[in-house]
């Protein structure tokens, strides 16, 4: 952890605070509800009293975790410290604070505007519930075996099972010591990358049904009505995206996922070496440089010129400096 001075002025915050809000963005993942459950579970195991919120529903996936069903949906503004975790814009919070801007942004993303009033930003860090596990012994807060659940399942996400380009050694004992307060490796890893709903795999079908390749991109889309025949709950793509990258000889992966509000979702998903999330901030998203996103006003053909010719700028470019 680089920024020790921040580190302990947050610490400060955290020890005046009475009433803390956590919260992180919309269409959470893992990392998102494993950072806000391990610091809210921490933060009230310490003697706090702490709001966990997100403007989205939590989806069912994640109620696997202890504690997910103190998170809700916003209903008050009464709290003196808030904390927005694992986001990288202010506007992907949603509704979730009531306030113009946050007390701490904690956070992972390259990307991040620094919009809190204060800022903690690692961008080479592989999850912010690893940023957490560090920060932990200087707030002097202990991990419980449900706090440690929370941070592996965040940490296990980011990484895909460890299998992101940013797992290092430091990665994998942090998460060694998770595993001794209690975190069970085995089954979080069953849960989070093995196990999927039969409404997933329909979603999919449907998907890979549609597959095209362009140069060196692969991409699909998936519909309104894709998603209501496969009666499939969710808004996002059921990590689709992670299936269309493990195929051999492309270099970028893109997801076009409709939107009810008349957007397009998109993910990215690059091989090591390509910074897609440089694509991502030109349409308002963000995210890493292997994993990005955004959401894009206009029709499903519209945004999939935008998108394909743009990332095919990125590809061609001789200016391109790979991220290290």
């Known amino acids: ?84 975790l694992d986001c990288s814009d202010f506007l992907r919070v949603g509704d979730a604070l009531q306030e113009e801007q946050p007390d701490v942004n904690i956070d992972h993303h390259i990307t991040n505007l620094k919009f809190a009033r204060l800022n903690l930003v690692e961008p080479r860090s592989a999850a912010t519930s690893m940023m957490l596990t560090e920060c932990f012994p200087f707030w002097g807060l202990d991990i419980s075996q449900p706090v440690a659940t929370a941070l592996m399942s965040g940490i296990l996400g980011d990484t895909l099972g460890f299998r992101t380009s940013n797992t290092s050694p430091k990665v994998l004992r942090l998460c060694a010591s998770l595993m001794e307060k209690g975190a069970n490796l085995a089954k979080l890893y069953e849960f989070i990358l093995i196990q999927n709903s039969f409404e997933a795999a329909n979603y999919w079908g449907m998907g890979l049904q549609k597959i095209q390749r362009n140069g060196k991109i692969v991409w699909t889309t998936l519909t309104l009505e894709d998603r209501k025949k496969a009666l499939y709950p969710g808004n996002d793509d059921a990590d689709l995206i992670n299936i269309l990258s493990a195929i051999n000889h492309y270099e970028i992966a893109i997801v076009f996922i409709e939107q009810k509000t008349g957007r397009i979702k998109v993910s990215w998903r690059a091989k090591p070496g390509w910074n897609v999330a440089k694509v991502a901030l030109k349409f308002g ?21 935008q998108v394909l010719q743009m990332t095919n700028e990125l590809l061609t470019s001789e200016n391109y400096s790979s991220y290290n």
């Open 1 to 84: 952890m680089r920024n020790k001075s921040i580190v302990r002025e947050i610490g400060k915050k955290l020890e005046e605070a009475n009433n803390i809000l956590i919260t992180s963005h919309i269409r959470p993942d893992w990392d998102a509800v494993g950072s806000v459950l391990g610091l809210g579970l921490a933060l009230q195991e310490n003697g706090k009293k702490v709001q966990m919120v997100l403007a989205d529903r939590l989806p069912e996936k994640f109620q696997y975790l202890p504690g997910s069903e103190q998170i809700k949906t916003p209903d008050s503004n009464d709290y003196d410290l808030s904390i927005v």
């Open 285 to 305: 998203g963000g995210g890493h440089p292997a994993a990005a996103g955004a959401e894009i006003a206009g029709t499903l053909e519209e945004v999939q010129q």
